[in-house]
């Protein structure tokens, strides 16, 4: 099966610089890679996605890129702000709305 | 914001009690899941639902057991509960296909001890 792996598990970052997580998947038949934050209480909810078709998305601060080669893709946060703070995850999985593989997560801290 | 909802939000019970876990959603989505979220943050699929009466385990094994006799609703029972079921229950649901816009929606959770 798919085994998502993502570093780094813990990020802290000054308020202004840039945040970046990186995520490795195994099986090269995955071709949808969402990012999902979780804010503390709640359940994890999409940022941003990808299709294997593509090799980056941008979406106002955030980015995502994707090595198909290499079966990596890593997320981008410019100019983080406070309320960046949250846990992220990356996924994996054969197709879009199909069941997601998970990576280990990362808290991200951004200090004031 | 998703139209997802798990209840209870917590929940604190005995050794070797029934619980079942509630999830629904209105969206009319067809596929549903169950995650199990470690305190050390990591997911893990335990069960999923791709409609109406299919229900499958997922790559985490788990004594809990999960039925789908409505679309909307993928409740998760526990028919004796140990400390060791002690976690973050997750439900999510997302459209069937391979269609754009087919992101999963992620319920609150409930956060379940077993004492």
């Known amino acids: 099966g798919e085994n998502v792996e993502q570093h780094p598990s813990t990020l802290s970052v000054q308020e202004g610089d840039s945040a970046v997580i990186k995520c490795t998947y195994s099986?090269?038949?995955?071709?949808?890679f969402p990012w999902y934050k979780q804010e503390l209480g709640k359940g994890p909810q999409l940022i941003i996605d990808i299709r294997s078709n593509v090799g980056e998305k941008k979406d106002q601060r955030i980015a995502v890129t994707l090595n198909k080669t290499a079966k990596h893709f890593s997320l981008h946060i410019t100019e983080t702000q406070p309320e960046d703070s949250a846990v992220y995850f990356c996924a994996a999985s054969k197709a879009a709305g199909n069941k997601l593989t998970f990576g280990g997560g990362t808290r991200v801290l951004v200090k004031p | 914001e998703a139209d997802i909802y798990q209840t209870p939000r917590y929940l604190v019970i005995g050794t070797g009690k029934k619980i079942t876990l509630e999830c629904s959603q209105t969206?009319?989505?067809?596929?549903m899941y169950w995650y199990q979220q470690d305190p050390g943050m990591e997911l893990h699929l335990i069960h999923y639902?791709?409609?109406?009466?299919?229900?499958e385990k997922g790559d985490l094994s788990s004594e809990s057991t999960v039925s789908r006799i409505r679309t909307e609703h993928f409740p998760l029972t526990l028919e004796s509960a140990r400390p060791s079921h002690t976690s973050q229950y997750l439900c999510?649901?997302?459209?069937?296909?391979?269609?754009?816009?087919?992101?999963?929606?992620f319920g609150q959770g409930t956060r379940l001890t077993v004492v």
């Open positions: 099986d090269s038949a995955s071709n949808y």
């Open positions: 639902s791709y409609g109406v009466n299919s229900t």
């Open positions: 999510a649901s997302s459209e069937a296909g391979n269609r754009a816009n087919t992101e999963a929606f």
């Open positions: 969206m009319g989505h067809d596929k």
